[in-house]
C-alpha cells in the first residue's frame, strides 16, 4: 500500500468514527498569536506541548527556517492575515538549535538537483532571468541572527499596526526548552525591535 492509500484510509476511519469531534474549534485563534516556525519534523508535537497549545489556540505558519525572507511575500502576507482578518495581537518567530537551514550553502542544493535531472541549461534558464539562485537556496549562520532579520522584517513592515507585539525565540528540538531573544512587549512600537538578553 502506498504512502497516500495509508493516509487515506487512515482518514476514513478517523471521520467514521467522529474522531475530529475532539478538535472543533472555529477559524480564530484563541490565544490571538500568529506563529511562524520551522517546518522540522521534531517540532510538529513538541513546539505546541512545550508553548501549552491546543488546537484553535493559534495560527502556525512554517516554511524551512522559520524565516521571512522577503516583506511581500506569503509569509508575511500569511501574518497580515492573521492580523487584519483573524484578530491577532501578537508574532512569534520562533527558530531552533540544529536547524537544517544553518550554514546550508546552495552549491550542495543545486548540485543535489541537477543529480534529480534538473537540466544544467535550466539552471542558466533561471540565473539569465535573474534569479540568483545562490541567494535563494542559502541558508544563514546562526539561528539567533536568523530570528532576529524575521523580526526586524515584521516589526518594520508598512502594512503591519505598530500596536502589534512581535517575539524572537529560539526552541531546543530534544526538550522544547525556549530561549525569549526579542521581547516584543518593550520594544518601541515605532521602531525596529532590538536584540534582548536571551532568558531561559
Same mark, same amino acid.
Given at each position: 500500500?502506498?504512502?497516500?492509500?495509508?493516509?487515506?484510509?487512515?482518514?476514513? !476511519? /478517523?471521520?467514521?468514527?467522529?474522531?475530529?469531534?475532539?478538535?472543533?474549534?472555529?477559524?480564530?485563534?484563541?490565544?490571538?498569536?500568529? =506563529?511562524?516556525? %520551522?517546518?522540522?519534523?521534531?517540532?510538529? !508535537?513538541?513546539?505546541?506541548?512545550?508553548?501549552?497549545?491546543?488546537?484553535?489556540?493559534?495560527?502556525? =505558519?512554517?516554511?524551512?527556517?522559520?524565516? #521571512?525572507?522577503?516583506?511581500?511575500?506569503?509569509? *508575511?502576507?500569511?501574518?497580515?492575515?492573521?492580523?487584519?482578518?483573524?484578530?491577532?495581537? !501578537?508574532?512569534? #518567530?520562533?527558530?531552533?538549535?540544529? %536547524?537544517?537551514?544553518? $550554514?546550508? $550553502?546552495?552549491?550542495?542544493?543545486?548540485?543535489?538537483?541537477?543529480?534529480?535531472?534538473?537540466?544544467?541549461?535550466?539552471?542558466?534558464?533561471? !540565473?539569465?532571468?535573474?534569479?540568483?539562485?545562490?541567494? /535563494?537556496?542559502?541558508?544563514?549562520?546562526?539561528?539567533?541572527?536568523?530570528?532576529?532579520?524575521?523580526?526586524?522584517?515584521?516589526?518594520?513592515?508598512?502594512?503591519?499596526?505598530?500596536?502589534? /507585539?512581535?517575539?524572537? *525565540?529560539?526552541?531546543?528540538?530534544?526538550?522544547?526548552?525556549?530561549?525569549?531573544?526579542?521581547?516584543?512587549?518593550? @520594544?518601541?512600537?515605532? $521602531?525596529? @525591535?532590538?536584540?534582548? $538578553?536571551?532568558?531561559?
Amino acid at each position: 500500500m502506498s504512502l497516500i492509500q495509508d493516509i487515506l484510509e487512515f482518514n476514513g !476511519e /478517523f471521520v467514521r468514527s467522529r474522531q475530529y469531534e475532539a478538535y472543533r474549534t472555529d477559524r480564530f485563534p484563541n490565544k490571538k498569536l500568529v =506563529i511562524l516556525s %520551522c517546518m522540522d519534523t521534531r517540532l510538529v !508535537e513538541l513546539l505546541p506541548r512545550a508553548m501549552n497549545l491546543r488546537n484553535g489556540d493559534v495560527k502556525v =505558519i512554517k516554511n524551512a527556517g522559520a524565516i #521571512v525572507s522577503h516583506p511581500f511575500g506569503s509569509v *508575511m502576507r500569511s501574518i497580515l492575515v492573521a492580523v487584519y482578518e483573524l484578530g491577532a495581537t !501578537e508574532v512569534a #518567530v520562533i527558530g531552533h538549535h540544529g %536547524c537544517g537551514m544553518a $550554514q546550508l $550553502q546552495a552549491r550542495q542544493v543545486l548540485d543535489k538537483a541537477l543529480a534529480r535531472g534538473v537540466s544544467p541549461q535550466t539552471l542558466e534558464t533561471l !540565473e539569465t532571468a535573474g534569479v540568483d539562485l545562490h541567494q /535563494f537556496l542559502s541558508g544563514f549562520s546562526t539561528v539567533e541572527a536568523a530570528v532576529q532579520q524575521s523580526v526586524r522584517l515584521v516589526k518594520a513592515h508598512p502594512l503591519l499596526p505598530r500596536d502589534v /507585539f512581535v517575539h524572537g *525565540m529560539v526552541v531546543d528540538p530534544e526538550t522544547g526548552a525556549l530561549q525569549w531573544l526579542i521581547n516584543g512587549y518593550e @520594544a518601541d512600537c515605532g $521602531q525596529e @525591535a532590538s536584540l534582548a $538578553q536571551p532568558t531561559l
